[in-house]
C-alpha cells in the first residue's frame, strides 16, 4: 500500500511539473511574439508616417478649377449657337444641328457615290475625277465625325512668321452647313538688307496692314471642317522704308485655295492647303527681299495655309 501511494505521489507530481513546463514554454513564447510584433510596429511606423508625409507633400487635384473651365466653355458654345440662330434663324439652325449630329454614310456608300459623282465629269476624265472624288471622300470621313456644330472658329496662321514678319489671323463663320464666310487681317513689318548700285547694302524695311475676304464651301457637317474650297479678295496698305526715301503702296488681288480642316475634341480647329493669288500692286518697289515680294511685287504666285485655333 505504502508502495502504490508513493508511486502515485510521484506520477501526480510529474505530471504538475509537465504542466508546468509546458505552461511556462507556451508564456515564452507568447512574450517572444508580442516582442516580434512590437519591434515590427515600430519599424513600421517611420514608413507611415514618411507616406504620410510624401501624401501631404503631394498637389492635391483641383476639380473646381476645371470644373469652372468646362462651365465657361459650354457658356461661349451655347452663346454662340444663340448668335448663330438669331442670324440664319431657329429652323436653319436646327438642321445645322441634325446635320453634324446624324450618322454618317458607310465607306462603301461613300465610294460608290464618288464614283457616280467623277461619272458626271465626262468619259474622259473620269478616271481622274475618280480619283478626286475618292480622296474627297476619304478626307471627309476621317474628319467629319459625329457631334456638336461649331459655327465660329478664331485661327492663328503660324507660317507668316517664318521669314516674312507677317501676323496673319483667321475669324470664319459657317451659318448653314458647308457654307462659310472667313476674314483674315494681317500685319506686317519685315526688313531686309538690300544691295545699292554703288556697291554697298542697305536695310530696308516694309511695314503695314492688310486683309482678306473670303467664301469656304466645306464637304463637312460639324461646321469649318472637312475638304474645302473657295475664292477670297485681297487688299493692303503698306510702306516701304528705302534707301532713296519712304515709298508707299497698295495692293488688291484675288485667290483660290483648296485644302482640308478637322475639328478636335468640339474645339481644337487645324488645318491646312494650297492656293494660288494674283496681285495688283499700284506701284513696284526695287530690290524687294524674297519675303517682301509676297506683297510688294505683282503677279500670279503659289501659296500656302496653315492654321490652328478654337471653334465656338
Excluded at 50 to 77: F, R
Excluded at 163 to 182: D, K
Amino acid at each position: 500500500m505504502l508502495i502504490k501511494k508513493h508511486v502515485a505521489v510521484s506520477l501526480a507530481l510529474a505530471t504538475a511539473f509537465a504542466m508546468a513546463s509546458i505552461s511556462a514554454s507556451a508564456e515564452d513564447e507568447t512574450t517572444t511574439s508580442t516582442t516580434t510584433k512590437k519591434t515590427t510596429t515600430t519599424k513600421q511606423q517611420p514608413q507611415k508616417a514618411k507616406t504620410k508625409q510624401q501624401q501631404q507633400a503631394a498637389p492635391t487635384p483641383t476639380p473646381d478649377t476645371q470644373g469652372k473651365a468646362n462651365e465657361a466653355s459650354k457658356s461661349l458654345d451655347e452663346s454662340a449657337k444663340k448668335a448663330n440662330e438669331d442670324v440664319v434663324g431657329k429652323t436653319q439652325q436646327q438642321e445645322n444641328e441634325r446635320e453634324a449630329q446624324k450618322p454618317r454614310p458607310s465607306e462603301k456608300t461613300e465610294e460608290k457615290e464618288a464614283h457616280e459623282s467623277a461619272q458626271e465629269v465626262g468619259k474622259a476624265t473620269t478616271t481622274a475625277a475618280d480619283l478626286v472624288a475618292t480622296g474627297v471622300a476619304d478626307t471627309t470621313r476621317a474628319a467629319d465625325k459625329p457631334g456638336r456644330y461649331t459655327p465660329f472658329a478664331l485661327e492663328w496662321n503660324p507660317l507668316g512668321l517664318m521669314g516674312s514678319g507677317r501676323v496673319s489671323l483667321n475669324a470664319e463663320w459657317v451659318p448653314a452647313t458647308h457654307h462659310g464666310i472667313i476674314i483674315s487681317p494681317h500685319f506686317i513689318n519685315t526688313s531686309a538688307d538690300v544691295a545699292l548700285t554703288n556697291g554697298g547694302t542697305d536695310n530696308q524695311t516694309v511695314t503695314g496692314f492688310g486683309g482678306e475676304l473670303g467664301y469656304r464651301y466645306y464637304t463637312g457637317h460639324r461646321g469649318p471642317n472637312g475638304v474645302f474650297i473657295g475664292p477670297s479678295v485681297i487688299a493692303g496698305a503698306y510702306n516701304a522704308t528705302t534707301p532713296t526715301g519712304g515709298q508707299a503702296f497698295a495692293d488688291i488681288g484675288l485667290a483660290v485655295d483648296v485644302g482640308a480642316q478637322f475639328i478636335v475634341a468640339d474645339h481644337l480647329v487645324i488645318g491646312g492647303g494650297v492656293g494660288v493669288e494674283y496681285l495688283n500692286v499700284s506701284t513696284e518697289v526695287p530690290n524687294l527681299s524674297s519675303a517682301q515680294k509676297q506683297i510688294g511685287e505683282g503677279g500670279l504666285k503659289p501659296r500656302l495655309l496653315l492654321e490652328a485655333g478654337y471653334g465656338f
